[in-house]
């Protein structure tokens, strides 16, 4: 019989004689959860020492994940009654597979737990912080386990000999790794981050109740870090999941998490007061979600999804009243939906906001219509834009290509003249009479030709204003502002 000489090569040799199976494993039935190991990692991931420091709802599942994948695994807590449970083959949580999997990632010697930091940072390559972030008392997030986690990893890290990656998976406020973890680990370690060791943060998707199979089906892996090294030992942990690994900013990360959950909420409390509304109308409400649901074109897709001007035209606004109203009409109370045109109102006064803080500036503003394409002025955001700056005594030149005073008729007229009675006065015939006695251009309108011309005829003394997120911006020569980048 031939000798396997590593842990990688039985596990390799193992998986490929006898479907699925795993040694070093003596429950090592078929349906066990580590039974599957060799399909999940496909035989050709590479075993690393990684600890884990937090053993909660995520810090549990990772530890017996990552063990079953074939990794050595030194679980880390405070709370002896979790330590000793896993020491006793049982799961600290409850969780759909968990006991199974702990108890088989235990009995096969690749998971140990201990409450010593030192010991499980010097003993692993690569560490894993799950402690809980819950919130303060004003709501803001409580640090402490964190950052006291943080000066113990870096005290550590003092005496380790070789290359470390530190990887912050608890869900952190934008900005928490780089200017309060990364200090702290540098001043305890002595060391210089990024060069002597790496830091990361990869934000973890798990759900509670489906944590096992979240962990092994991630929408993806994103990971944000300090230097290649670190994010590809991460990559070597993961990149046998069946997700995209994608590289970004540690920030970037930080406030992806964040912006996912606050994305969930919305969507629960979107879909119930959808729900509360279609009831008080005898409506099936799963009916209606389950249709808004079928449009992949418009409603689950990226449309909408970008960060730019205001809504308006002539049905969000008015459909939005209608609904809340019919709310109001049946006692229901939708804070939610009723929150979109106050939110909406102070995206606009946050534009204006931006001009006047320059003083008061005559501007030009590119764009007059509720969006590109349409001569539909009927509340648009601009037309309110325009009114605001006339009101604060700013001195306004307007173009837009697709607005003719002599073509506007009905409901559009009657919305110019109730809201800007002296368009005419404002028009200009040209971009280039728009933007040669403007302080400020506010550019509230996208088109090929004309963003070049604007390239063209902005001066260094001039700000633009984007609120459509302008393509080579990069090549303006002028102050760039956008309106929420
Ligand atoms: N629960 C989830 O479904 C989920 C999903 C994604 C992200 N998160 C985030 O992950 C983080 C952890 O969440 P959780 O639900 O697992 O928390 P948890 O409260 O269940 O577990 C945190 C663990 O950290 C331990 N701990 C505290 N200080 C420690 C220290 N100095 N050293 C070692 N261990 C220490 C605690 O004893 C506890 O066991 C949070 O930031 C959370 O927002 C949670």
């Not at 006291?148 to 790794?177: C, D, E, N, Y």
């Not at 040209?430 to 251009?441: E, N, R, W």
Request: hydrophobic residues 40%.
């Amino acid at each position: 019989m031939k000798v396997l000489t590593t842990e990688r090569e039985a596990l390799r040799s193992k998986g490929s004689e006898r479907k699925g199976a795993v040694p070093f494993v003596e429950d090592d039935k078929e349906d066990s959860p580590l039974a599957k190991l060799g399909q999940r990692t496909g035989g050709d991931a590479s075993f690393k020492r990684i600890s884990v420091f937090g053993l909660g709802y995520v810090g549990a599942v990772s530890l017996a994940c990552l063990a079953r994948d074939g990794h050595r695994v030194i679980g880390v807590d405070i709370d002896p009654v979790k330590l000793e449970l896993i020491r006793s083959r049982r799961s600290p949580i409850l969780e759909e597979g968990i006991q199974e999997l702990m108890r088989d990632v235990v009995d096969s010697g690749r998971v140990s737990v201990t409450e010593d930091a030192a010991q499980a940072m010097r003993d692993t390559d690569i560490s894993f912080v799950c402690v809980g972030t819950p919130s303060a008392a004003n709501g803001s997030q409580d640090l402490t386990a964190l950052l006291r986690l943080a000066a113990q990893i870096g005290a550590a890290l003092r005496h380790k000999q070789g290359f470390h990656t530190v990887v912050i998976r608890s869900t952190v406020q934008p900005g928490t790794v780089e200017d309060k973890i990364e200090p702290i680990l540098e001043r305890e370690s002595g060391r210089k981050s990024g060069v002597d060791f790496g830091l990361c943060f990869q934000p973890e998707f798990l759900r509670e109740g489906s944590s096992i199979s979240d962990y092994d089906h991630p929408p993806y892996t994103l990971v944000g870090g300090n230097c290649e090294a670190a994010v590809e030992a991460v990559r070597e942990v993961f990149q046998h999941l069946p997700a995209r690994f994608m590289v970004t900013s540690i920030r970037v990360a930080e406030a992806l998490k964040m912006s996912c959950n606050a994305f969930h909420a919305m969507k629960i409390t979107f879909a119930n007061e959808i729900g509360r509304v279609s009831q008080a109308l005898g409506i099936d409400s799963h009916e209606v979600m389950r249709l808004v649901c079928a449009d992949t074109r418009l409603n689950i897709s990226p449309a909408y999804l970008k960060p730019g001007f205001a809504f308006g035209g002539s049905c969000l606004p008015k459909d939005l009243r209608a609904i809340t109203s019919i709310a109001r009409q049946h006692d229901l109370v939708v804070p939610m939906l009723s929150s979109l045109l106050a939110s909406n109102r102070v995206h606009i006064d946050h534009a204006v906001d931006r001009i006047l803080r320059l003083g008061r500036p005559k501007v030009g503003m590119l764009g007059l219509s509720f969006k590109t394409g349409t001569d539909d002025l009927r509340e648009s955001p601009l037309v309110l834009v325009a009114k605001r700056l006339i009101g604060e005594g700013c001195e306004l030149r307007i173009f837009d290509p697709e607005v003719q005073l002599s073509r506007l008729i009905g409901a559009n007229r009657n919305f110019m003249e109730a809201n800007l009675p002296h368009l005419g006065s404002l028009l200009c015939a040209d971009l280039a009479q728009m933007i040669g006695p403007s302080d400020v251009v506010l550019v509230g309108l996208q088109q090929p030709a004309l963003n070049e011309a604007l390239q063209s005829l902005v001066r260094p003394e001039q700000t633009v204003l984007d609120l459509v997120n302008l393509p080579n911006r990069d090549l303006l020569r002028c102050r760039y502002e956008g309106v929420c980048w």
